[in-house]
């Protein structure tokens, strides 16, 4: 599955580089990691299709979209979300959000696989 190696390889890529912003270098790079994220979530959308489709359980479907559609507001937003000395907060649930998104996209493809 195609948007199963998008997913390891864009979301690898998106968490080394959001891990160096914290880290105070690769500022200039905002976009790309951006444009990854936003990849990343299209294909957790993507999976959860083919995986509801392969009949994958529909509450692991649902929780997979919504969790593909708050990454990216999630992470366009950010700082405009608490700023100041409790901003971490918001680094942190946007660390989690791509962690999830990257395994519930493990998962999707993985129920997708079983139910050939």
């Known amino acids: 599955m195609g948007f199963r190696w998008v997913i390891r390889v864009a979301g690898l890529l998106a968490l080394g580089l959001g891990l160096s912003f914290w880290s ?36 692991l479907v649902v929780v997979a979209v919504l969790l593909a559609l708050a ?9 405009r979300i608490m700023p100041g000395a409790s901003h971490w907060v918001i680094q942190v649930v946007h660390l989690l959000t791509g962690l999830g998104a990257i395994g519930i996209g493990e998962a999707l493809a993985g129920g997708a696989l079983r139910r050939r």
């Open 71 to 79: 990454l990216p507001g999630l992470g366009a937003s950010q700082m």
């Open 24 to 59: 105070g270098s690769a500022g200039g790079l905002v976009q790309v990691h951006m444009l990854l994220g936003l990849l990343v979530a299209v294909s957790v959308v993507a999976l959860a299709v083919i995986a509801a489709r392969r009949g994958v359980p529909v509450p």
